[in-house]
């Protein structure tokens, strides 16, 4: 079957959107190398409705809805779910209804519900950038005990409902 | 280093120095601490923008891709999509109930899944087949290998429970006859083929599956 190239227009409507899923998928996943080879992975699937010229509305919903799968194959692979497991795990790593573009203060309003300690360690560690070493020195801990509190804390920011 | 705080920190450190998450199958154990922290890595540099340089590689790879009405997941690969397809090749599945591809990609390659064939599969009871009602479709799990059954007089027959175009789960819909992917607008009948015409997607691939002369219905599945 013979198809005509995208349109230049096309492109930059896609691209436009692409970034949005570049930005839901970079907060998950953390790191850019990752988050680029998933939005592109998105945009090789989205190609065909791309094509159609299609509204940018439906685009968008047809993206991120391939986003959130392949972020769920990416977790799922990454570290070998089974899928009773994956199902649980797509509940933990994407909303039901993505945001179009992520709300800043999403992580702030995690950390917040958590205790002083916990806050604390994460803040340092992941907001300021300190190494474990300097964390301890903060906190007036030893960094065995820094690494226990940032795991616990991690696990209790997982279970921190967003709204 | 095998205590769980140690191995979840060497995660974060490799995110705080922004690498790729590697991981492996133990760190399961952690998965909820491993996605918080890959969430506040994340949130470290605000609002992220693509790099140009990718923004440019993703403008030439929209307009030069292969024509089709799907991008299969052998496609995928093809493009070199490397790990982020093998994610959604392996995806539920997992990488060694792998269906085996046909050699080259053709029309055929959407028309008729290829078989799942677990590497070192072994025949697992699922059920018996008084247990199964003609019409109706039944969720089984043969290990890693998930599939809906489907009865037919004394003979079964077996489809994949994985939608074939993304990595997701399919429902019965005893209403609609159909199996419904729970991830995007897609439906199948239980022979497996797409019901959409607009965009016909690959079949599900068949799952291998006998009847016992005791009535007992076995799926080729992994221990």
Known sequence: MLQLPMAPRATDIALNELE????????????????????????????????????????????FATARSVLGGFWSTRLGLSEAELHEDLALAVPQEPPSEERADTVQ???????????????????????????????NSTVGAVKVMQLRALRAAAKVKET | MNKPENRVDKIVADLLRGRRLRLRGGDAEEKAAITAAARLAAARQGPPRMNPAFRKRLESALESAPNGPWLTRRAALVAGLGLAAGAVTGGLVGRALEPAHPATLGP????????????????????????LVEGQGKRVAAGGVGAYLFRRGDSVRAVSSICSDLPCELS?????????????PASFTPEGKSTNEKYPLPALNPVQVRVTAAGRVEVLGTA
């Open chain 1, 109 to 139: 309003r995690i950390l917040a519900q958590l205790s002083d300690n916990y806050r604390r360690v994460l803040e340092l560690r992941f907001l300021h950038g300190y190494s474990l070493k300097e964390v301890a020195a903060e906190m």
């Open chain 1, 20 to 63: 949005l899923v570049y930005a839901f998928i970079y907060a998950r996943v953390g790191n850019r190398a990752d988050a680029e080879d998933l939005t592109q992975l998105v945009a090789m699937k989205a190609i065909p409705r791309l094509r159609e010229g299609a509204p940018a509305s439906a685009i968008r919903g047809y993206l």
């Open chain 2, 108 to 131: 055929a390659a959407r028309v008729g899944g290829a078989v799942v064939n677990p590497r070192n599969g072994r025949w697992i009871d699922v059920a018996a087949i008084s247990d």
């Open chain 2, 172 to 184: 019965w819909s005893g209403s609609g006859g159909v199996l419904n992917c729970s991830c995007h």
